[in-house]
C-alpha cells in the first residue's frame, strides 16, 4: 500500500489550517505591512525545497512556500474583511482602516 498521497494530503490540510490562524494574527498585530515575511518563509522554505534530499520533506516545503505565498493576498484580504467588520480591528491601528 501506498501511503504518501495520504501522508502529503494530510500535511497540506495542516498547512493551510496552520497559515489562517497566522495570517489573521499577522493582520491584526502587524498589519498588511507584514506580506514582505510571507515573501521570505516562502522563498526560504521553496529554496530548502530545492536542496532537501528526502523528497517527501522537499514536497512539504514546497506546500509551505506555496501557503506562504497565498498569505500574502490573504493578509490584503484579512484587511479588508476587518474593515467590513467580519473580524476585530486592532485599536492600535484604528486609522489604517479610514478609507
Do not use: D
Not at 500535511?11 to 498589519?31: D, M, N, Q, R, S
Amino acid at each position: 500500500m501506498n501511503y504518501i498521497g495520504i501522508i502529503i494530503g494530510l500535511a497540506t490540510f495542516l498547512c493551510i489550517g496552520v497559515f489562517h490562524p497566522i495570517v489573521i494574527k499577522a493582520e491584526y498585530h502587524l498589519g498588511r505591512r507584514c506580506w514582505p515575511l510571507f515573501l521570505v518563509a516562502g522563498i526560504a522554505a521553496l529554496v530548502a525545497s530545492l536542496f532537501v534530499p528526502n523528497e517527501y520533506v522537499s514536497i512539504i516545503l514546497g506546500v509551505v512556500a506555496f501557503s506562504s505565498f497565498w498569505g500574502i493576498l490573504e493578509v490584503h484580504q484579512q484587511h479588508h474583511r476587518v474593515r467590513k467588520g467580519w473580524f476585530p480591528m486592532n485599536p492600535k491601528r484604528k486609522n489604517e482602516y479610514e478609507k
